[in-house]
């Protein structure tokens, strides 16, 4: 045993301590970590091995005595729809609760040209053990690619593409908003409205496709007069509705992308003294809680948001764990959760087919 090692098990191995005992970079530590499948085997039994000779703690630094024994994993978000934050907060923080760890919920900066900035500043500060990354943060190259840096530990949630960079939960979001736009064609709907996400998110592009797909699959024409951005917020919501509403002739239903701004279409139709579900119909997606604290209550996409991070905090806790053991990780295949539809009061036949 040499000198470096004794210290190491006594003040906390780095990841630079473990890519050096096995002879490969701190970029490949962190692939063994985040169980990457392109890393060869015999590499990856080194690193495993190192691990476990300088009993490596994937932590970006050495503990302190008080917090020996105490566990942090990070939730990272910049997403300003207030409700799906609220139910990716309720699951990460009662599954850390069970899985013996804390939770650090920390926002990325008003841009993502604040993000890369953000999180390099928080990892020098150092104290997490890993990292739950939902979107958009979990497809910033730049965030990512200073984690990965870091040696850091990271599970991500609904990422642009699942097998890029280790473990990640998705959900198909196409499926359910086809699902949800069909619903509405079965219950006599010919003018639906629908109201995107932000450019550049895979969850607008998907729930768009989805909506489109309903439609062309029923022989209806995707009409873009009916189509109208958003930003995932209850003030874009707003201002959609404005416009769709506005049109000669109204759409009988509006399919918002996510529960904030269907939210925002219920306040406008109420505002224009329209009957709900009557003279319009209005579904979500999320199925955050705000969903039945309206009237009509909401029909929405149950994606299960709070199952989601959830599920991410038990992956990401099983690996800290397995790793602090010296235990082999493995490949973390992409792990899918499904949605469904929710039947609430604010979807109804329009009134001219009764």
């Not at 906390?12 to 085997?41: C, F, H, W, Y």
């Not at 997403?79 to 799906?84: E, F, I, V």
């Not at 009557?278 to 309206?294: H, K, N, P, R, Y």
Request: hydrophobic share 40%.
């Amino acid at each position: 045993m040499t000198v470096k090692t004794r210290a190491n098990k006594q003040f906390g191995a780095t990841i630079k301590d473990v890519a050096q005992s096995a002879g490969v970079s701190a970029m490949t530590v962190s692939r063994v970590l985040n169980g990457e499948a392109n890393v060869r085997p015999e590499t990856r039994e080194r690193v495993q091995a190192a691990i476990r000779d300088l009993r490596y703690r994937p932590n970006l630094s050495a503990r302190n005595l008080a917090r020996a024994n105490t566990w942090f994993i990070g939730l990272l978000y910049d997403n300003p729809g207030a409700g799906s934050v609220s139910e990716l907060l309720i699951g990460a923080l009662n599954r850390c609760r069970e899985a013996g760890y804390h939770l650090v919920v920390e926002t990325c900066g008003a841009s993502e040209d604040d993000w890369v900035r953000t999180v390099g500043s928080m990892l020098e500060r150092g104290g997490f053990d890993g990292l739950i990354l939902p979107p958009p943060v979990c497809n910033h190259a730049g965030v990512l690619a200073a984690i990965e840096a870091a040696g850091l530990p990271f599970i991500r949630i609904a990422p642009d593409e699942a097998g890029d960079h280790g473990p990640a939960i998705t959900t198909d979001d196409r499926a359910a908003a086809r699902n949800m736009t069909a619903h509405l064609i079965e219950q006599g709907h010919r003018r639906i409205g629908f109201i995107g996400g932000p450019d550049g998110q895979r969850a607008s592009r998907e729930r768009h496709a989805g909506y489109c797909d309903a439609l062309t699959a029923a022989g209806m024409d995707v009409d873009p007069a009916l189509i109208v951005p958003g930003e995932f917020t209850y003030r874009s919501g707003l201002r959609a509705a404005e416009r769709l509403l506005a049109l000669s002739p109204r759409p009988t239903a509006i399919f918002a992308a996510n529960d904030d701004m269907a939210l925002a279409v219920i306040a406008q139709a109420h505002r224009l003294a329209l009957d709900l579900p009557g003279e319009l119909s209005v579904a979500g997606f999320d199925d955050t809680q705000s969903a039945t604290a309206v009237w009509p209550q909401l029909t929405t996409v149950r994606q299960p948001v709070s199952c989601m991070a959830a599920e991410a905090v038990g992956i990401l806790a099983g690996r800290l764990d397995a790793a602090r053991a010296g235990e082999e990780c493995g490949h973390a295949e992409p792990h899918e959760i499904g949605s469904e539809i929710i039947l609430r009061e604010s979807v109804a036949p329009p009134a001219s087919t009764g």
